[in-house]
């Protein structure tokens, strides 16, 4: 399809078009989700821009600062069917922020509300406090955000893996992604790596911003191009009996037994430092103790050899004065034995 072919396949799309109808479907929700920094925010905009196909100026002033400053859940409305999601970014993939993580991703939480990482119990009562907020009818589409920028180790390869497998589990949908910065690092490595870990989709932009704004055509396809893979992502999976309000449901309960299973981890992690704490504590203290003794035992040493010495000089002094007895009794023998 070409530019224009594209526009109206996305313009035009709607759930009850397809073959089943809409099933409860209303709208897609495409979930924009990644670590902080990495052009989420500037990849939705440049989307609107593209979608828009307006002036530059019209975008700019609402461009603001990007770079990992998004703390809530911004939708922007693209049709009347399709909504971008700039869900706040990440620093870690750990037990603090995974819960909140998925609780994004699976639409669990209010749009245009702040996320604040939570933790403990807060994770998920929050989930549950949400439930009448959010809509069952929203078809929710996993997208991943990484900057060519950052190099991916050996350790990150596995937690991306563990993370993208579990977008899946969440949403039924392996994320589609999207690599920004693609002129600044090692595109090709980067994209292998994605490959190998089992991506199937990838597509790649140098976003618009302030600084660099001229439309280009192969931006402006490329996003186009990003957005119809989504619609025809979403028509494939429609095609199968859906019942939105029980995938909901079923999201919901992932997300609040992953949080249990998370907390209940934590704790036992917390646990164990503490073991290994009290454990270090007390050899530090046996230890402390072995060296009490070692000196002690050195100094009850020190002391038997001083009173060895002690006893053998006085042994050498009363055998000196014993022979000098004995000289001077000799000698006292020899002087009465001559008149």
């Not at 224009?4 to 109808?21: E, L």
């Not at 600062?65 to 703390?71: N, V």
């Not at 292998?192 to 790649?204: P, T």
Request: proline share 2%.
């Amino acid at each position: 399809m070409d530019s224009d072919q594209m526009r109206h396949y996305i313009k035009t799309f709607s759930f009850d078009k397809c073959k089943r109808g809409s099933q409860g479907f209303d709208r897609i929700l495409i979930q924009l989700f990644g670590l902080l920094g990495h052009g989420k925010s500037s990849f939705v905009k440049t989307c609107i821009y593209t979608w828009e196909d307006g002036e530059f100026q019209n975008w700019a002033k609402a461009w603001g600062t990007d770079g990992g400053h998004t703390t809530e859940r911004i939708p922007y409305r693209l049709t009347e069917n399709i909504t971008l999601v700039d869900n706040r970014g990440y620093k870690f993939l750990d037990d603090h922020e995974s819960g909140e993580i998925y609780a994004q991703l699976g639409n669990l939480l209010p749009l245009g509300e702040t996320v604040d990482w939570s933790k403990g119990f807060r994770r998920a009562e929050r989930v549950i406090e949400a439930e009448k907020e959010i809509k069952s009818s929203d078809f929710v589409f996993p997208g991943f955000v990484h900057s060519i920028k950052k190099n991916i180790t050996e350790i990150e390869k596995k937690e991306l893996t563990v993370l993208l497998n579990t977008a899946q589990e969440l949403t039924g949908v392996y994320p589609i992604v999207v690599l920004t910065h693609k002129t600044s690092g090692n595109f090709c490595e980067t994209e292998a790596i994605f490959k190998n870990i089992g991506v199937e989709r990838i597509f790649s932009f140098e976003n618009y911003i302030p600084e660099r704004h001229a439309k280009t055509r192969g931006k402006h396809e490329e996003v186009l191009k990003f957005l119809c893979e989504v619609i025809k992502d979403v028509q494939f999976r429609v095609e199968q009996p859906r019942d939105p309000q029980k995938e909901m449901k079923d999201r919901r309960q992932y997300v609040l037994n992953y949080i249990h299973q998370r907390d209940k981890m934590a704790e036992r992690r917390k646990e164990e430092i503490k073991k290994a704490k009290e454990q270090a504590l007390l050899e530090k203290n046996l230890k402390e103790q072995e060296e009490k003794m070692k000196m002690l035992t050195l100094t009850e040493q020190m002391l038997l050899e001083e009173d060895y010495r002690r006893q053998q000089q006085e042994f050498e002094k009363m055998r000196e004065e014993r022979r000098a007895c004995l000289e001077q009794q000799l000698r006292a023998q020899n002087e009465s034995s001559y008149p």
